[in-house]
């Protein structure tokens, strides 16, 4: 009995398990239904771990200019410096896409200046890479301005600092500026590689190391580091912003800072004006009213003759309302193209400073030449004639001047 009750439960389990036992078999039990919403799990590979590609590689160009001049890339350390800076630049998404912003604004003037002065197209690089286009730029050596001047070279580019007053900060002197001191480096050193360099550490710095090394070309000069930087940032910036698509920017045009439309009074203050007073002569804010004129760097606009850059539309009621704000006692403003230049670079005579509308017209002269320094009205002062007449009689379309130019006096 006892043996025959263990053969029954061994078979029982063996049925049970679905184990095979001599020639015989039993079909295994119906398997447990899997619930629809429960859905079946895929083994995990590598692959389907990783996230999606955000940054794909943009190699460097291997082939790139400057003004004109060929950059040596083939040289090795050359190319790794110029990666380098790119591969900064290219990844740098938002200053990107902030430089293309502030191009539709800045960059037509920029370039009507290049042309005017035939000068190369690259060098309004330069100003992405001193100031990002920002016109209240200062670096913490004292540089100031879209271009970044010191005060001496300013002072003797024409962009004067005279008490709160720094003309510096005007963005279209500035950039005339900077373009005449870059063509005088051009001369010096003739090479724009060179040149640019000493925009960046100085004509004797680089004069010095040439001398030194007795080597006179940028790539292979050993300089200081932000001058071994500068023009392969410069570099950097042109091959990115040259052709943005090719490495994934695509603004909107209507997405950019638009140009703006401004008017330009010229204005003579025997006394101090504060800044809000002038803001509300306008009809704009205090704020409106100091982004237009960052070179007025306090509270308020000294006595002297100042240029003032206000909304389009707004300088006629600018002078009117100054008038009716203020007394005949404490300010006198005067018509713009009778009005000095208190930042004129050249003077070229004591009368050109001291001029009043009583005062007796020169001798008449039928042409003039343009001297380094003068302006538009400056000369139409000088002569008692009006702007605009001066601009029809030569066929000008802006206010810039070259030195040597014949001006035809109407």
């Known amino acids: 009995m006892r043996l025959g009750g263990v053969v029954v439960l061994a078979g029982f389990l063996m049925a049970a398990f679905g184990c095979v036992s001599g020639g015989g078999s039993v079909s295994p039990p119906a398997p447990t239904a899997v619930p629809a919403q429960v859905p079946e799990k895929k083994a995990e590979t590598p692959e389907a771990s990783l996230p999606p590609l955000q940054a794909p590689y943009y190699p460097a160009p291997n082939c790139m200019d400057l003004c004109g001049e060929p950059v040596p890339l083939n040289i090795r350390e050359v190319y790794e410096r110029f990666d380098k800076e790119f591969t900064l630049i290219v990844y740098n998404h938002a200053q990107v896409y902030l430089w293309l912003k502030r191009m539709q604004r800045w960059f037509p003037m920029i370039e009507e200046r290049l042309r005017y002065y035939n000068l190369p197209d690259d060098l309004k690089w330069v100003a992405i890479v001193e100031s990002d286009l920002i016109p209240n730029a200062v670096s913490p050596k004292g540089a100031a301005g879209p271009w970044q001047f010191m005060p001496g070279t300013g002072s003797a580019y024409g962009l004067d600092q005279r008490g709160s007053v720094d003309r510096r900060y005007d963005f279209e002197r500035a950039t005339d500026s900077a373009f005449l001191y870059l063509n005088d480096l051009d001369q010096k050193f003739n090479s724009w590689s060179l040149a640019i360099a000493a925009y960046n550490c100085g004509v004797k710095r680089i004069m010095d190391e040439s001398r030194t090394q007795g080597v006179r070309d940028y790539y292979l000069l050993k300089l200081p580091q932000e001058t071994e930087r500068y023009v392969m940032r410069i570099l950097a910036v042109k091959a990115v912003l040259t052709n943005p698509r090719q490495y994934g920017y695509d603004l909107p045009k209507e997405w950019g800072y638009q140009e703006l439309k401004l008017d330009k009074v010229c204005v003579t203050c025997p006394v101090p004006v504060s800044v809000q007073g002038a803001a509300a002569a306008a009809g704009i804010t205090y704020r409106a009213f100091k982004n237009l004129n960052p070179v007025f760097r306090s509270d308020t606009i000294p006595a002297g003759t100042h240029e003032i850059k206000l909304p389009a539309g707004r300088g006629t009621d600018f002078e009117q309302n100054l008038r009716s704000v203020t007394s005949q006692a404490s300010y006198n403003p005067v018509e713009r193209d009778d009005a000095p230049q208190a930042s004129e670079r050249h003077v070229s005579s004591p009368a050109s400073t001291s001029h009043s509308h009583h005062q007796a017209r020169p ?20 002569f008692s004639v009006d702007v605009k007449a001066l601009k029809k009689a030569n066929k000008l379309r802006s206010d810039v001047l070259s030195p040597g130019q014949k001006l035809a006096i109407p």
Do not use: E, F, P
């Not at 302006?375 to 002062?381: A, C, D, F, Q, V």
């Open 363 to 382: 001798a008449r002269v039928n042409t003039y030449t343009v001297q380094r320094g003068d302006t538009l009205s400056g000369i139409s002062r000088k």
